[in-house]
């Protein structure tokens, strides 16, 4: 992508052409969440000026046209994630519901005292605490791999982890706080292997790769859409449909029934019998908008082009002085984190701010992680399609001054 294409992509996100605290935006925390492109935003605004209706439900035209761009819109994220059935795709409100359904509904149904769900260290709270809960109702044991010094995932000790106890095997594709890639489709075989179910937690992955979950091999993937350029509030879950069919219902109400009576109900088939009460139709459309814009764009492409553009930062945050870098992973996507000698992260990223720039600091909501590394939390920069070399400088500037001032 030359400088003219990109300036093209990037001038289609509205919120990044704005000036913060006096300077331009540099916008660095897409891993918390990304800009939205104005094609999301008209589809949205289109939903509601003209087609708002609740879904499944009237004859009328209205409700026909919200209809169709919602089981549309299921269509587009199945075909995004080579999903082999519409019916697989379950609107979620994000990553962290996704998780939930599958800990409430299979866990609570299939595991038994002393089964064993395998996380690892770098795990967002959202794919460790729904798992603690259904450990405390069944006594099923959590199993942790470790990682190593670079912060990959210790396969080795993974393996070792692996045994005829295994039930599920859980893990991100791609770190929140290091960035690491995980070997998924390594980990998912070995899982396999012992008879164990696997889930995918692919919220920092689906803006950054390529994701097809049938040559991942997983049986569930989690994604939410405001970090892949869609509003927030709706996500996705994929799982396979023998999986999905044998599972009971999680949240009950409308939609997910077939028929009520006070002498017992019966459910509605994939995906509704997941999807109780009006779902976020604006949310799922949005969203498929939002597939549709990174989709008609060369992917390949673009995946290079956010490497080029972490490799640049990696390098040039080695050459601010008393900067360490937290987590060297062997491939990694989206997100970089790192420490100042002499700053707590909390002043720095205040700093920072008044300069326009956005990053986040903290635990990043992987505090086990954090504890693993012996560390409060870190400043992590975050890119996105639509960062340029600019927004970079611009960082890279900025802490070199600080590192100089303190
Ligand atoms: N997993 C990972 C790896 C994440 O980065 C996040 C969001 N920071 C989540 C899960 C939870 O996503 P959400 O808050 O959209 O449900």
Not at 229 to 249: K, N, Q, S
Request: aromatic share 6%.
């Amino acid at each position: 992508m030359n400088q003219q294409q990109h300036a093209q992509l990037r001038s289609q996100f509205p919120a990044l052409a704005q000036e913060v605290n006096g300077h331009p935006l540099i916008y660095l925390d897409n891993a918390a969440t990304t800009q939205k492109p104005q094609a999301v935003l008209d589809v949205i605004a289109h939903y509601y000026r003209t087609d708002n209706a609740n879904v499944h439900r009237a004859a009328h035209a209205l409700s026909g046209r919200a209809t169709r761009a919602f089981e549309d819109a299921r269509e587009t994220v199945a075909r995004f994630i080579n999903a082999p059935d519409n019916r697989e795709v379950i609107w979620t409100r994000g990553t962290t519901e996704a998780i939930n359904l599958v800990a409430q509904s299979w866990g609570l149904s299939e595991l038994r005292a002393g089964d064993e769900i395998v996380l690892s260290t770098l795990e967002h709270h959202a794919n460790i605490v729904p798992w603690q809960l259904i450990a405390q109702r069944t006594g099923a044991i959590i199993r942790v791999i470790p990682l190593d010094k670079r912060g990959d995932l210790d396969m080795d000790a993974y393996r070792a982890l692996l045994g005829p106890r295994t039930r599920l095997v859980s893990v991100a594709h791609v770190s929140n706080a290091l960035g690491t890639v995980n070997p998924v489709k390594e980990i998912v075989a070995a899982a396999k292997a012992v008879g164990a179910l696997t889930l995918i937690d692919g919220a920092q992955a689906v803006a950054h790769l390529e994701v097809d979950v049938q040559a991942i091999g997983c049986d569930f993937y989690a994604f939410s859409g405001h970090k892949l350029y869609g509003p927030t509030g709706i996500g996705v879950l994929w799982g396979r449909t023998e999986l999905l069919e044998r599972m009971p219902p999680w949240q009950a109400g409308g939609e997910m029934i077939d028929r009520v009576s006070f002498a017992g109900t019966t459910f509605n088939a994939l995906p509704f019998k997941f999807e109780a009460g009006t779902p976020h139709i604006a949310g799922a459309i949005g969203l498929a908008s939002a597939i549709d814009f990174i989709t008609v764009l060369d992917r390949a492409e673009l995946v290079r082009h956010e490497e080029t553009l972490t490799d640049y930062l990696v390098a040039g945050l080695r050459q601010v002085p008393g900067l360490r870098l937290i987590g060297e992973p062997e491939q990694r996507a989206g997100a970089v984190s790192f420490l100042l000698d002499e700053i707590h992260p909390q002043d720095a990223a205040t700093l920072l701010d008044m300069q326009g720039i956005a990053l986040r600091v903290g635990h990043h909501c992987a505090m086990p992680l954090m504890e693993n590394l012996g560390i409060g939390g870190t400043m992590r920069a975050s890119l996105a399609c639509y960062n340029n070399q600019d927004d970079v400088d611009a960082l890279l500037a900025a802490l070199h001054k600080l590192s100089d001032f303190f």
